[in-house]
Each structure stands twice: as structure tokens, then as C-alpha cells.
């Protein structure tokens, strides 16, 4: 079992200091138009101390792919100066900066889109309160958001990050793509678990291509992805284990598994032996590192995470307690934020925004979670 302090080499030729990566959280601290703010930079700085990698948050490869007011956007030049700001407050720390690159299909609102209509791999809405049905995307569209991934990926190379994250998890336009329940498709892009990966794996040629052409050091490419959906028909985790077939054979390098929390077990009755970290874990078989996530508060957790993975990523103690990672290295356990996490949103120095974002997010899954087991009992 790896030590949290022992350095991590990835594929690409990329070491990284340690096995504690910064999560993936979205907290609506751009401009209006996605521009990297100072407070955005100020407040990734300060929590970049005593992580080996800080992935931020989800940054739109496309204007038709915001998921909400304030999001990081990597979809134009125009935003390289302060992109190239973020990863020097990151890298300034000594950890590496990972973007994290996505679009939101239908899981964004007109809205957001200043009145464009969302799209997605069909047109089949979100099975949540108030979701819009996306317009189904042409085969150019599809050419052209894969075309927009690799261009993201310049962006990153070009702003000084050390790597991209795409974002295949938490129901965005890359799961949408490989779900059943929002992919209807009758082309090569949908119907079959093949056909369902079709977008993947030209997503992935796209973002390497861009890699090869633009790095001139090595470049860190990551996956995000969720083990399964609720919805019927919805991604299985025997489908997310076929795709996880799929994605060792890549030059990925590494596998995040996006969780709540790092011991949940599938709800598929014959996978009940372990987490679904440690089926994704043998799954890889060794082929790329695997990052675990979900509910890390203390020592003891991050020691679970790493019997099933290579990596841990911390998300919301992160948010409340930015020196975590540095107390957890110098051994002052004691001084860690223990509190709940709803206990802590008032009298945490967050913004307005963030605060009121971290707020709905909390709240809004804390009812999801109640309305899950209600229905499972
Ligand atoms: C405020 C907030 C924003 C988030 N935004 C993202 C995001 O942009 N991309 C992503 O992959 N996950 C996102 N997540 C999920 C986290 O990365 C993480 O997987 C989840 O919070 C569980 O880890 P934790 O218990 O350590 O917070 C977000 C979570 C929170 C609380």
C-alpha cells in the first residue's frame, strides 16, 4: 500500500510530489464571461500548500457547455493571461496545476446560456426537478466539441498547467455520451456499449493529438468518472468496469473515481465484495494510478483510500480547513477542522458566491442522499 508522502511518476514522465491531489470543485468565483478573478487564483493559492496536485474546478471547453454563472472557462484565447495566473499561484506552492475540462450538456439551463437551449447526445431531459430537454447535437456539433477539448488542451499547455482532467463523471456531457438514458443515438455514436464509447475515444485523440503537437514537457492527461447511474436505463457498473476495459488500454494517466464517499458499494447485488474503489482498483490491474475521493476528513481516511488506490483527492475539507494537507504532512493532526461541514459555511472566510454555492451543494446532497435512502429502504 503506498504512503500519502511518497511521490507519484505518471505515465506522461510527470512526478508528483505525493498522493494527495486537491478535488475538483466548481465555486462560481470567475467573471461573468469565465475570466480567471484574483480572489479565484488567491483562494486556489492558498489551498495549494502541502497537496502534490490541486485540480480546480470544471472549465468549459465551449460558450453552449457553462454549467453555471461564474465557471471557469477555457473555451477562447482570450482568457490565457489569467488562466496562466492560476497555474503560477498553484505551481507557486509546489503542487501541480491540473485543469479539470468539460461541458455540461444538459445538465445546464438556458438560462446560463443566455437563452440558447442546452444540448446533449439526444434529446431526453435530466431525471431532476426543473431540467430542460437538451436539443439532440448534430454530427458537426459532436465534431466540433471534440475539436474543442483538444483546443482546451492547447489552452492548458499554453497557460503553463501541468495537465488536463476530462471531466467523464457526475453526469456531464462525456457520461451523457456514454449513457443510455441520455444517449438514444441511432448513428456510430450511439446503441451499443461501442457505439457509446465512440465520443470518448475521439475526445481522447483529440486531447492527445493537442499534447503531442503543443507540450514541450510532459503533460499530465487524467479521467474523471462516475462508477454508475440510478437511472433506468442508466450506466451499470458492469458498463463502467467494460469502460474502464477501454480506458487502460489508453495512454491515460490516471483514473479518478468521483465519489461521496470511498467505501460506497455498487447497487448492483453481484458486486457486493468490496468498494467499488477496490473492483475499479483490480480492474486497472496496474495499468495507471487510480485516485480515490469521497468524504476524506483525517489520517485513518486517507490510509482506507489508499488500500484501494494510488492517489487521494481531498475535496470539501480543503474548502474549510486550506492548510490540511501541510498539517497532515507535519504530524498536527490535532489542529484539523473536525466539524460538519454545514456547521462550518457561516463562519468559514469564503466569499459570497462560493459560500452560497458551497451552501446549495451541500444542502442539495445531503437531500439527495435522504431521498436515495428513502427509496432504497
Ligand atoms: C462545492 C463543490 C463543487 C464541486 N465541483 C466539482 C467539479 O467542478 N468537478 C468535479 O469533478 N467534481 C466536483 N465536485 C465533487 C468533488 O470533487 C468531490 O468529488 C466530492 O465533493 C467528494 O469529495 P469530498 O467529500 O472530499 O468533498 C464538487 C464538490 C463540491 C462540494
Known sequence: MPKFNEPLTLKSGVTINNRLFMSPMTTQQSF??????????????????????????????QDGGKGWPGELSIASDLYLPELQALAKGIQAKGAKAIIQIFHGGRMTSSATLSGKQPVSASAVAAERPGAETPRAMTTDEIHATIAAFGEATRRAIQAGFDGVELHGANTYLIQQFF?????????????SLTNRYHFIKELLAS?????????????????????EEFEKPGISF?????????????????????LNNYTRKSQDPAYQEQSMLGYVQAELAGSMPLI???????????????ASADAVAIGQQL?????????LLSDKDDTF??????????????NTPLREFVRAMITSRAARIAAYRAKSK
Open 319 to 327: 474548502i474549510f480547513d486550506p492548510t490540511w494537507a501541510e498539517k
Open 179 to 191: 449513457s443510455p438514458h441520455s444517449n438514444r443515438r441511432t448513428d456510430e455514436y450511439g446503441g
Open 32 to 61: 461573468y464571461n469565465g475570466t480567471v478573478t484574483r480572489d479565484e487564483i488567491e483562494y486556489y493559492s492558498a489551498r495549494a500548500g502541502g497537496v502534490g496536485a490541486v485540480i480546480t474546478g470544471a472549465a468549459n471547453v
Open 207 to 227: 486531447v492527445f493529438a493537442a499534447v503531442d503537437k503543443y507540450a514541450d514537457r510532459p503533460f499530465i492527461v487524467g479521467y474523471r468518472v462516475s462508477p
Open 337 to 350: 477542522v473536525t466539524a460538519p461541514f454545514a456547521d462550518l459555511i457561516d463562519t468559514s472566510a469564503l
Open 292 to 306: 480515490g475521493v469521497g468524504g476524506v476528513r483525517n489520517r485513518t481516511d486517507v490510509a482506507r483510500v489508499l
Open 238 to 258: 458492469a458498463d463502467t468496469l467494460w469502460l474502464v476495459d477501454q480506458l487502460r488500454e489508453t495512454k491515460l494517466d490516471y483514473l479518478h473515481l468521483s
